[in-house]
């Protein structure tokens, strides 16, 4: 069998290891002689007679306690409970969730064990319809970019009227570092002169026109007629803002636009289709609204497009580590007293 160090053996084993040093000494022969035949640890076999004569297993078990230090403590796991259970958290993902407790106070807990608790209570599932992004695609080339209005892009989407066939125009304009929408439009007309005010609107509420001409936005688009008319040309070359194009069919190219109108389209409070340009009008101002002020971005660190724009993003994250931190401290502190005297209130 060779020697026995640094194996891991089975209870049965360790058994019959016992048994045969117990028949050795009924020989004559000691244990220490024993496991010196059989090269294996004298205090490893004092240690499984020692848990034998207690009436324990000999079976192996991981090392260390048994939870860990920092585990939640009840009042978290109520808390992620009872917001999740709130109507207005009802639509929210688990990371939205857990970062809208961050932000509000309520909780510091992470987003695994957001999902772990809302999933064994059985209050995971798809929120919206819809179907999961395959995974595939491939973003194209970008230089890098590192703060707001260095690359805009813009887009135009249908939206369904009563009338089949007969469909309103919703134009969008997105900064892609922070996400924000700096502009939108609604209209009945698919033209190049609605893309030029889309844009023209922009540049005055961002001021683009005070930044020297090195500094301005390039504009990334589709390669509709629309997009690639002269007019839209001519007002970019005015302003020295290098255009940009996607490559025919691969909408994987202006990506933050098409996810924008995904997110519109798939919002619970979606209509679904329009009476009229005023409708649409007044629903996309008050979603809009919400979703630069309100909505925590995946992609930027959950944190809104109005605070990644406004060079927040990094405040607010350390602000949140910083408050996980503290409460991690806050766990081990308490699980250690428990640890220690088990009747203690704390």
């Known amino acids: 069998m060779g020697a026995i160090k640094g194996k891991h053996l089975s209870e049965l084993i360790k058994v019959q290891i016992l048994t045969l040093i117990d028949t050795s000494q009924d020989q004559g022969v000691t244990i220490q002689r024993a496991c010196s035949v059989l090269l294996i640890s004298y205090r490893r076999v004092m240690r499984w007679k020692g848990i034998a ?103 135009v989407s249908y939206l369904p009227t009563r009338v089949r066939g007969i469909f309103l125009y919703f134009y969008l304009l997105l900064d892609e570092f922070s996400r924000k ?52 040309k001519r007002l970019c070359e005015d302003h020295q803002m290098p255009q940009m194009f996607a490559r025919p069919r691969t909408p994987n190219d202006n990506p933050f636009a098409e996810s924008f109108f995904s997110t519109v389209k798939r919002a619970p409070q979606y209509p679904g289709f329009f009476v009229d ?16 002020h309100e909505h925590y971005h995946s992609a930027i660190d959950y944190v809104t497009p109005q605070q990644a724009h406004l060079g927040l993003r990094e405040t607010i994250v350390e602000r949140r580590n910083h408050d996980k931190q503290i409460q991690r401290v806050r766990r081990r502190r308490i699980n250690q007293q428990i640890i220690i005297n088990p009747l203690t209130k704390i």
Not at 186 to 193: D, M
């Open 277 to 292: 340009d005023q409708q649409a009008k007044e629903y996309m101002c008050k979603y809009i609204d919400w979703y630069n």
């Open 181 to 232: 929408a700096l502009q939108w439009r609604i209209s009945w007309q698919h033209t190049a002169a609605e893309g030029g005010l889309l844009i023209e609107g922009a540049l005055g509420d961002e001021n683009i026109l005070d930044l020297p001409e090195s500094q301005r936005p390039e504009i990334l688009s589709d390669r509709g007629r629309q997009m690639k008319a002269k007019s839209i």
């Open 53 to 155: 004569r207690s009436g324990l297993a000999l079976t192996d078990h991981k090392p260390g306690p048994t939870e860990a230090l920092h585990r939640l403590l009840w009042d978290e796991i109520e808390q992620v409970k009872q917001m999740a259970s709130q109507e207005a958290y009802a639509d929210l993902s688990h990371r939205i969730l857990a970062v809208t407790a961050w932000d509000q106070g309520l909780f510091h807990v992470c987003f695994s064990s957001v999902y772990r608790i809302l999933k064994s209570s059985h209050m995971m599932g798809m929120r919206a319809p819809g179907r999961h992004h395959n995974g595939r695609s491939v973003a194209p080339f970008r230089k890098e970019i590192t703060g707001p209005n260095q690359r805009w892009c813009w887009d």
